[in-house]
C-alpha cells in the first residue's frame, strides 16, 4: 500500500484521490475548502483544511515519508510555485503537478517539479489524433519525438504474424503489447510468431511521423 497525498480538490485533484483510495493506498487530502474536503471524507484516510502554502501544515503531512504529492490548485500559479518549493525543500520523492500552460509547466519543473501534468492539451491531442484516425484508440506522447498509440490493426494485418506484417521494416515502429478487447487480456512483448486477431489492439511505440504513416495505412 501506498502513501500519497493530494492537494487541492478540483475535479482533477479528488478523482485523482479518490482513484488511489479505491486502489488500496493511503490518501490524505487537502484544501483550503472545508465543503470540498468533507466531500471527498469517503474517498481519502483523511482531510485537512487549510492553505497548502502554509509550510507549517505541509511539514505536518511527513512528506519525506510519501510515495508521491500530487498538487492541483486550478489557476492559482503563485500557490504551486511556492507550494512546489516548499515539498522540494522538505524531501517530497515525488511531485506531480497539474499546470495550466507550458509556460507553468517550464517554470515548476525548474523550482523542481518532477512530472507535470496538463490535462487539457493531452485530451485535445488525444482527441484530434481520434479524430484524424478513428482506429487509434489511445494515444500518448512519450517526448517531443515518441509516441505510444493503442490501434486496431487493418484487416490485411489479421491472421498474420508480428513478424509477418513487418510493421517495423515498412513503418519503423515496434509492437510491444497486444490487448484483446474480447478478453480483456494483455500480451507484453509478444513474440514475433504471435498471430493477430481482428478483435486485437495493437500497442505501438515510434516516432510521430512513423505512427502517422501507418495510421493512416489502416484508417
Request: aromatic content about 6%; hydrophobic content about 45%.
Amino acid at each position: 500500500m501506498g502513501r500519497f497525498t493530494v492537494i487541492g480538490l478540483g475535479n482533477f485533484g479528488s478523482t485523482a484521490a479518490r482513484t488511489l483510495y479505491e486502489l488500496g493506498h493511503e490518501v490524505i487530502c487537502v484544501d483550503r475548502s472545508e465543503i470540498l474536503v468533507k466531500a471527498i471524507q469517503n474517498f481519502s484516510t483523511y482531510g485537512l483544511v487549510g492553505r497548502a502554502t502554509d509550510r507549517v501544515l505541509l511539514e505536518s503531512l511527513q512528506i519525506k515519508n510519501l510515495d508521491a504529492v500530487i498538487v492541483s490548485l486550478g489557476q492559482e500559479m503563485a500557490d504551486s510555485i511556492l507550494v512546489t518549493l516548499h515539498l522540494v525543500d522538505l524531501g517530497a520523492k515525488r511531485i506531480v503537478i497539474k499546470i495550466i500552460s507550458e509556460d507553468h509547466g517550464r517554470i515548476l519543473k525548474r523550482v523542481g517539479a518532477h512530472e507535470l501534468v496538463f490535462p487539457e492539451r493531452d485530451m485535445a491531442v488525444q482527441v484530434a489524433n481520434h479524430i484524424s484516425s478513428p482506429n487509434i484508440m489511445n494515444y500518448l506522447d512519450l517526448s517531443p519525438e515518441f509516441s505510444l498509440v493503442e490501434i486496431a490493426p487493418e484487416n490485411e494485418f489479421v491472421g498474420k504474424t508480428l513478424a509477418e506484417t513487418q510493421m517495423r521494416r515498412d513503418y519503423g515502429v515496434n509492437v510491444i503489447g497486444v490487448k484483446d478487447v474480447l478478453t480483456d487480456q494483455i500480451s507484453v512483448n509478444p513474440p514475433a510468431n504471435f498471430v493477430i486477431k481482428d478483435s486485437d489492439l495493437l500497442v505501438v511505440i515510434g516516432r510521430r511521423e512513423d505512427l502517422a504513416k501507418l495510421a493512416r495505412k489502416t484508417r
